[in-house]
């Protein structure tokens, strides 16, 4: 397993923009593939986004294509998430999470192995 560190949450109006960051550490890192998940209050975790573990593949749900983009430097054993023209219903706490090598990224959580703590994002109306 790797141990993953969220960062970059916060307050933000409608419209603004916030960059996530996750910063991974033991286990190989560009053995896994990457995602970003949420869960605002009283409702269930949601895929937000993933990559593959070369960063060729990108996947999104559907609320959040044309307004988030993720990205991962192996190199530095990181992944990131731009979240542009954020909406009010963007509101949750956002967790990065690495699933193991093989096929593609699921937008299932059960398939995800380390998860970070959380980092909160909430936008203002």
């Known amino acids: 397993q790797v141990q993953l560190v969220e960062s970059g949450g916060g307050l933000v109006q409608a419209g603004d923009s916030l960059r996530l960051s996750c910063v991974a550490s033991?286990?190989?890192?560009?053995?896994?593939?990457m995602g970003w998940f949420r869960q605002a209050p009283g409702k269930e975790r949601e895929f937000v986004a993933a990559?593959?573990?070369?960063?060729?593949?990108?996947f999104y749900t559907n609320s959040v294509k044309g307004r988030f983009t993720i990205s991962r430097d192996n190199a530095e054993n990181t992944v990131s998430l731009q979240m542009n023209s954020l909406k009010p219903e963007d509101t949750a706490v956002y967790y990065c999470?690495?699933?193991?090598?093989?096929?593609?990224?699921?937008?299932?959580?059960?398939?995800?192995?380390?998860w970070g703590q959380g980092t909160q994002v909430t936008v203002s109306s």
């Open positions: 033991g286990r190989a890192f560009s053995n896994y593939h």
């Open positions: 999470a690495a699933q193991g090598p093989g096929g593609t990224p699921s937008t299932s959580s059960s398939w995800y192995d380390s």
């Open positions: 990559i593959m573990r070369s960063g060729v593949g990108t």
